[in-house]
């Protein structure tokens, strides 16, 4: 007897749907060689920090007490509900679970979580707990959920161990996810007194849209001069604009330079006319279709996610959480099958061959998204669901059209005497072929009718211009900054045809990505709604919140930018590739957050940050004697809501505030004095000491 384990009912149902007659069980279904039973997603977590190093009795709230946390074996245990109490549906499922894989007459366990490293140890992990004694387990890999392919798949099973290195990936990634989570979480938040969301990914995407929205914040926006020369010819106006650049204050170089180029004869030294056809986009990978998405229809990531998600369990889409725009090599018969029924309902396709869709090189574990033979009823289909679904499969359509997008390349070259060659390039389609199934169409740009040798009138004259500020993210351009956060944006467009994209999968399959198509969605949901960032079309900006985090991060010293981010997604590739162990992995990050809770080093009251605790009493108030205590933005009397209204920044001027300072202000009426300030308005740097004069907090500069 087999025993399948599904990763969610949905996908045990499609299985069933594909293998033949099920009858309904409690908790699985029942076949005459066969048990189909399921997870519900996650049905174990990490076990939380408290299990490895328990609080003393009675204590309930965070501390440092137990940190850091570095288990030598990380535990799973069933997950619980929100507020820690027992989910009796996980439990009830696990039980049932645990009671088939240790039935006598099953002798062979099947996998069938997601098609991905997360699928693939929701299950394992689920197994591992089931089973008493040792039985031979496999794999079924689902790139779609139609029936046919469950039945392909179930005939091909491999042995699960095939898949060990990627779960060792899954749980490497897990484990150090947990380390990054858990540890500086809950140090940033005992620091701080607020709630602070530190993940190894959460953060640098935060950074990112916080950088961007400080630049925009902070540009200053510069005049200069380009020159430029807008004149008819032949009745049809030819706009000429010079690479030449002059400053805000150099407009009388400009002018002699338009009458430099004015007093020279302009002519038409070449017109290249060029029959070509213009080559679709590529298919989808997830982040690109993502942005198509966006980009057309404002649609957040996580509804587009949760919509090509549906249409998967529902048959109609390939599986959707992949990085690849490419198809195997292995599927060319699949695709065929696909075209045929795309040919039945009247769609111009035909088969082709060629490498820039076929290409194994550039797929790491799934293929790029297609429709499936399996083709929807549209009228079943909600709108937001047939907008994806439609751009999936016109995609498809565009990739396979048997019709070429036919158009007239033109290329005028005009010299201006010797100073200054122009290039005009224009476009004109001439038959539209797989355009007319693809959005993502290119516009005509009519040239100027002229011929070799023609003089063209020019009259060059200075433009006032000003630089313009970096723009916010939105979904297109973070999801392409997360992808590769490393190259410029300028050069990640949409669609790449025709250009060499080697690089960008090289560095893909190196792991230099923030976050991966399957989770990244859920972190950036995750920052909207921890209220760090928000999304407004398809815009993203900071919110308060987000940039509170990332200053408190900056001053507390815990540097997680992209850097670090992508050199233990790196880490985590090997261990994919089988070169790295999982413990030698998850060391390097124990190493990283170790460094966090290193004692600080003893400094002179001059040179000393040490801003302590939420909560920790550093004295006495002056006004009214109360303590005064650490709060979310520095040193505040606890009693102010009697009015006492003493409060001291633990920042200012760029410098960090110690609790030694401020004790010694307390009882003394001045600091000692602070090296390090740097003024708002010069951005010089200088020293002083701080004295209290009455509730407020002023520099003092007679102590130098």
């Given at each position: 007897m087999i025993l399948i384990i599904a990763e969610k009912p949905s996908l045990a149902r499609n299985i069933a749907a594909g293998l033949g007659d099920f009858r309904r069980r409690d908790g699985y279904l029942e076949g005459e060689n066969c048990l189909i039973s399921w997870a519900f997603g996650h049905l174990f977590s990490l076990a939380d920090i408290e299990h490895y190093n328990p609080l003393p009795e009675g204590e309930r709230r965070w501390t440092m007490k137990n940190l850091p946390c570095f288990p030598t074996e990380f535990c799973y245990e069933l997950r619980r509900g929100s507020g820690g109490e027992r989910d009796y549906g996980v439990q009830k499922q696990f039980g049932i679970i645990e009671q088939l894989c240790n039935r006598p007459d099953v002798d062979?366990?099947?996998?069938?979580?997601?098609?991905?490293?997360?699928?693939?140890?929701?299950?394992?992990?689920?197994?591992?707990?089931?089973?008493?004694?040792?039985?031979?387990?496999?794999?079924?890999?689902?790139?779609?959920?139609?029936?046919?392919?469950?039945?392909?798949?179930?005939?091909?099973?491999?042995?699960?161990?095939?898949?060990?290195?990627?779960?060792?990936?899954?749980?490497?990634?897990?484990?150090?996810?947990?380390?990054?989570?858990?540890?500086?979480?809950?140090?940033?938040?005992?620091?701080?007194?607020?709630?602070?969301?530190?993940g190894r990914v959460i953060v640098p995407i935060v950074r990112a849209i916080y950088e961007r929205d400080m630049a925009i914040k902070n540009f200053v926006p510069e005049k200069y001069y380009s020159i430029a020369?807008?004149?008819?010819?032949?009745?049809?106006?030819?706009?000429?604009?010079?690479?030449?650049?002059?400053?805000?204050?150099?407009?009388?170089?400009?002018?002699?330079?338009?009458?430099?180029?004015?007093?020279?004869?302009?002519?038409?030294?070449?017109?290249?006319?060029k029959k070509d056809s213009i080559s679709p986009g590529k298919l989808y990978s997830l982040s690109k279709l993502q942005n198509?998405?966006?980009?057309?229809?404002?649609?957040?990531?996580?509804?587009?996610?949760?919509?090509?998600?549906?249409?998967?369990?529902?048959?109609?889409?390939?599986?959707?959480?992949?990085?690849?725009?490419?198809?195997?090599?292995?599927?060319?018969?699949k695709v065929k099958?696909?075209?045929?029924?795309?040919?039945?309902?009247?769609?111009?396709?035909?088969?082709?061959?060629?490498?820039?869709?076929?290409?194994?090189?550039?797929?790491?574990?799934?293929?790029?998204i297609t429709p499936t033979y399996k083709i929807p009823d549209k009228s079943r289909l909600s709108e937001s669901e047939m907008q994806v679904y439609s751009t999936v499969f016109r995609r498809f359509i565009a990739v396979f059209c048997s019709e070429d997008c036919?158009?007239?390349?033109?290329?005028?070259?005009?010299?201006?005497?010797?100073?200054?060659?122009?290039t005009l390039k224009g476009l004109s389609i001439k038959e539209k072929g797989w355009m007319k199934y693809d959005d993502a169409s290119q516009k005509d740009k009519i040239l100027p009718e002229l011929k070799k040798g023609d003089a063209v009138n020019i009259n060059f004259a200075p433009v006032e211009k000003e630089t313009s500020p970096p723009k916010h993210y939105t979904i297109e351009t973070l999801n392409n900054y997360l992808k590769n956060p490393f190259r410029?944006?300028?050069?990640?467009?949409?669609?790449?045809?025709?250009?060499?994209?080697?690089?960008?999968?090289?560095?893909?399959?190196?792991?230099?990505?923030?976050?991966?198509?399957?989770?990244?969605?859920?972190?950036?949901?995750?920052?909207?709604?921890?209220?760090?960032i928000q999304l407004k079309k398809d815009v993203y900006t900071i919110l308060p919140d987000g940039i509170y985090l990332v200053e408190s991060l900056e001053r507390m010293g815990i540097n997680m930018d992209k850097f670090k981010t992508s050199e233990m997604?790196?880490?985590?590739?090997?261990?994919?590739?089988?070169?790295?162990?999982?413990?030698?992995?998850?060391?390097?990050?124990?190493?990283?957050?170790?460094?966090?809770?290193?004692?600080?080093?003893?400094?002179?009251?001059?040179?000393?940050?040490?801003?302590?605790?939420?909560?920790?009493?550093?004295?006495?108030?002056?006004?009214?004697?109360?303590?005064?205590?650490?709060?979310?933005?520095?040193?505040?009397?606890?009693?102010?809501?009697?009015?006492?209204?003493?409060?001291?920044?633990?920042?200012?001027?760029?410098r960090a505030i110690s609790k030694r300072n401020v004790a010694l202000m307390l009882e003394s009426g001045r600091t000692s004095v602070i090296k390090g300030f740097v003024s708002a308005r010069t951005g010089k740097s200088f020293d002083a000491a701080l004295r209290l004069e009455g509730e407020r907090c002023v520099f003092d500069f007679s102590l130098k």
């Open positions: 062979t366990i099947v996998n069938a979580g997601d098609a991905d490293r997360e699928g693939e140890i929701i299950v394992r992990t689920c197994v591992n707990k089931a089973l008493k004694t040792p039985k031979a387990q496999k794999r079924l890999w689902l790139p779609d959920q139609t029936p046919e392919t469950v039945r392909a798949a179930f005939d091909e099973m491999n042995d699960d161990s095939d898949y060990d290195n990627l779960a060792s990936e899954g749980y490497a990634r897990t484990y150090i996810d947990w380390l990054y989570g858990v540890n500086l979480t809950r140090l940033a938040t005992l620091r701080t007194g607020a709630l602070l969301r530190v020369s807008k004149e008819q010819t032949n009745g049809e106006t030819v706009e000429l604009q010079s690479k030449l650049k002059f400053g805000g204050n150099e407009y009388n170089k400009a002018l002699a330079k338009c009458a430099d180029y004015n007093a020279c004869t302009a002519k038409v030294t070449d017109v290249k006319r198509v998405l966006g980009k057309k229809y404002k649609m957040s990531m996580a509804q587009s996610l949760e919509i090509v998600q549906k249409l998967y369990e529902e048959g109609y889409l390939t599986y959707p959480r992949t990085n690849s725009e490419y198809l195997a090599t292995a599927e060319k018969d099958k696909i075209l045929s029924n795309c040919s039945k309902l009247g769609y111009p396709v035909v088969f082709k061959d060629k490498k820039s869709i076929f290409d194994d090189s550039k797929i790491e574990s799934h293929s790029a036919l158009a007239e390349k033109v290329e005028i070259t005009i010299a201006v005497g010797d100073l200054e060659t122009f410029e944006e300028k050069a990640m467009a949409e669609d790449t045809v025709g250009v060499d994209d080697a690089e960008e999968y090289r560095a893909m399959l190196e792991g230099v990505e923030l976050g991966t198509e399957a989770t990244r969605t859920g972190i950036i949901d995750n920052a909207r709604n921890s209220g760090y997604g790196r880490a985590l590739k090997r261990v994919f590739r089988g070169e790295n162990g999982v413990d030698e992995t998850v060391g390097l990050a124990k190493d990283e957050i170790a460094q966090y809770f290193a004692p600080l080093p003893e400094l002179s009251l001059e040179e000393d940050t040490d801003t302590g605790f939420f909560g920790d009493v550093v004295g006495k108030c002056p006004l009214c004697a109360s303590d005064v205590r650490r709060n979310k933005f520095g040193y505040g009397c606890s009693n102010y809501k009697s009015g006492c209204k003493l409060q001291i920044s633990a920042y200012i001027c760029g």
